[in-house]
């Protein structure tokens, strides 16, 4: 294996220039203009009646996919633009410009589903057996199927255009208040401003019992002081989506959000409810952990500070032998695009400053390439970050030659492939440990990744809904705010934590994401499937890569509950199967409850 290079990504090879690239220029103004030019044809093919010329509507259709294709580059590469450097102001206006670009995008979905819509049953029926239609037959069929349930194309486009001043302009202004929210610090003897990230790094991380304490003192106190600000940006992105569900006639507040997951709303409730049922294990760990702590007030950082530290810090390079090991264990073709992954420089992962917080993984679909984002600073935490945002590129890699349509995918899903490849590479590594130390500090790390899944999204779920319901009778003050999060979070501890993290609302940013309603509860939905996939690939491993590669192949073709039936056989509208999911987690657990015992005597 070569050694790295660098812990810098290359993104001149995408566009040379970064946020003044004159390439990046061009391709956005051809967009706009290859948007107008679509735009009149689909006009002109509606102004005619019982115009079904196959041909056109096929020509049509392929033109919105290499648009669509195009956008999703420019797009996803100002977002990597942006977070190596959250000072350019460049890349947010072109982030805003990207923006228009995708409301014009949506109007001319509008207008095809109209045409599709429009079509005699038996020529729409010859439309989708055609060769080129075919693969995107799944997303073709489901726009049609859910036309009645929008506005006419004008108004839909009218709420597009609203949106960017609108919703979306209220989620950049939270982003850039985010942002300038910065937290002081007694570090190294003198006080620096932290950001919010650097902040609950430390009040989490941190060896230091007394910087944990202060960094989570100082999160609170900077946010109770910003607090009424966010609550209204807060309060307005609600409103606004309430606004659009009402106008469209949607009594359902989770219509949107399992549409856009391709899932029933009944498996859903049914994984939450798989949830509740297994909540004596959660709680048992956590009053384990509470006890080992001897704090005499359980906080927040509490449950997710790590009470036993690995020996030795993960250096980058031992982070990509342990990757690229397990990788390669469990398929030659996951390991090479791994090791290509890092011999091409797609990754960012230096610490500095003026870098966003978070990971992610962007899809390029022109260049069929990735980029993935993180800050990676030693511990088998970021590993697990490192292969969790490889397991998205990998995914992006079996589906970037599906036509674009294809891969428009469920967050859901989505999460799944990241979450398998955690799952790869964390396991073995606590197999292979000896000192049990380590091992104990290993078990904390997926059990705490796991309660996240199973606990603390479960949670936001049910606070978000409850804000909802509550922003329907007017706005919701920041007091009223902290009460719907405080009541959700001690229904599920118990009452075990004194002191919460009631302004957790300010600094999760899927709160306040635009196009995603109800943004948290995916990603469990995508942990307990991929914990599922998981055991079904300890139980077969013979031949299950294949599998594996088909499923994600297939992820934008698919309702999540088809993929489980064709390429996992097994039927995901049955309990059994998300409570089969909880296992890994629940056998963590036991092991580590096993293993701490002989502390609390």
Not at 443 to 462: D, S
Not at 509 to 519: G, L, Q, R
Request: net charge negative; glycine share 4%; aromatic share 10%.
């Amino acid at each position: 294996m070569n050694q790295l290079r660098t812990q810098n990504w290359n993104l001149n090879s995408l566009f040379d220039g970064g946020s003044q690239s004159i390439q990046l220029t061009r391709l956005m103004n051809r967009l706009i203009d290859n948007l107008k030019e679509l735009n009149q044809s689909l006009e002109a093919h509606l102004s005619v009646q019982e115009n079904n010329n196959l041909q056109q509507i096929i020509t049509m259709i392929l033109q919105l996919q290499t648009i669509l294709s195009e956008w999703e580059e420019v797009d996803e590469y100002l977002a990597c633009v942006y977070a190596e450097n959250v000072d350019d102001n460049t890349a947010i206006n072109l982030i805003e410009k990207s923006d228009s670009i995708k409301v014009e995008i949506e109007t001319v979905k509008v207008k095809l589903t109209q045409l599709l819509v429009s079509l005699p049953d038996h020529i729409w029926n010859e439309l989708i057996k055609l060769e080129d239609i075919k693969p995107i037959s799944f997303y073709l069929e489901k726009q049609k199927n859910n036309a009645n349930d929008r506005l006419p194309a004008e108004m839909e486009r009218l709420i597009n255009v609203l949106s960017i001043n609108g919703m979306k302009g209220w989620e950049q202004q939270h982003q850039l208040m985010l942002s300038k929210l910065t937290v002081p610090l007694e570090l190294d003897g003198e006080t620096r401003s932290v950001s919010i990230g650097q902040a609950l790094n430390y009040a989490i991380h941190s060896k230091n019992d007394s910087l944990r304490k202060q960094a989570a003192f100082g999160i609170n106190e900077v946010c109770e002081a910003e607090a009424v600000v966010f609550a209204s940006v807060f309060n307005r992105i609600a409103g606004s989506r309430l606004d659009i569900y009402e106008q469209r006639g949607w009594t359902n507040l989770l219509k949107e959000a399992v549409e856009q997951n391709d899932m029933n709303e009944e498996t859903l409730y049914l994984a939450i409810s798989s949830i509740d049922k297994n909540k004596t294990k959660y709680i048992t760990y956590i009053q384990r952990k509470l006890e080992l702590s001897q704090t005499e007030k359980a906080s927040w950082f509490d449950l997710v500070t790590p009470l036993f530290a690995p020996v030795e810090k993960i250096p980058y390079c031992k982070a990509k032998e342990i990757i690229l090991k397990q990788f390669y264990q469990f398929s030659e073709k996951l390991g090479c695009f791994a090791e290509m992954v890092f011999e091409q420089d797609w990754i960012e992962s230096e610490n500095r400053p003026r870098k966003m917080e978070g990971g992610f993984c962007a899809s390029m679909p022109q260049t069929k390439e990735s980029r993935i984002f993180l800050t990676y600073r030693e511990t088998y935490q970021d590993v697990l970050t490192l292969a969790h945002e490889l397991g998205h590129a990998y995914h992006n890699f079996i589906i970037h030659d599906e036509p674009a349509l294809a891969q428009q995918k469920g967050i859901s899903v989505a999460e799944t492939a990241s979450t398998f490849m955690e799952n790869l590479v964390l396991d073995e590594v606590i197999k292979q440990t000896s000192n049990e130390q380590d091992k104990l500090a290993l078990l904390e790390i997926k059990i705490k990744n796991g309660l996240m899944y199973v606990g603390a999204v479960p949670n936001m779920f049910r606070f978000e809904k409850a804000f909802y319901e509550k922003r329907k009778q007017g706005l919701v003050t920041v007091l009223e705010i902290k009460k719907l999060l405080s009541d959700v979070e001690n229904s599920f501890y118990e009452g075990q934590i004194e002191d919460l993290a009631l302004y957790k609302w300010m600094y999760t940013s899927h709160f306040y994401d635009a196009e995603k309603p109800f943004y948290n509860i995916p990603y469990t939905i995508g942990y307990l499937f991929s914990n599922g996939i998981y055991e079904m690939a300890n139980l077969e491993p013979n031949g299950f890569e294949e599998r594996y590669d088909e499923l994600l192949r297939n992820s934008g073709r698919m309702t999540i509950e088809q993929l489980a039936e064709i390429f996992l056989k097994v039927d995901i509208s049955k309990s059994e199967f998300w409570y089969a999911a909880q296992q890994p987690l629940n056998d963590a657990i036991d092991e580590y409850m096993r293993l701490t015992e002989k502390y609390c005597m």
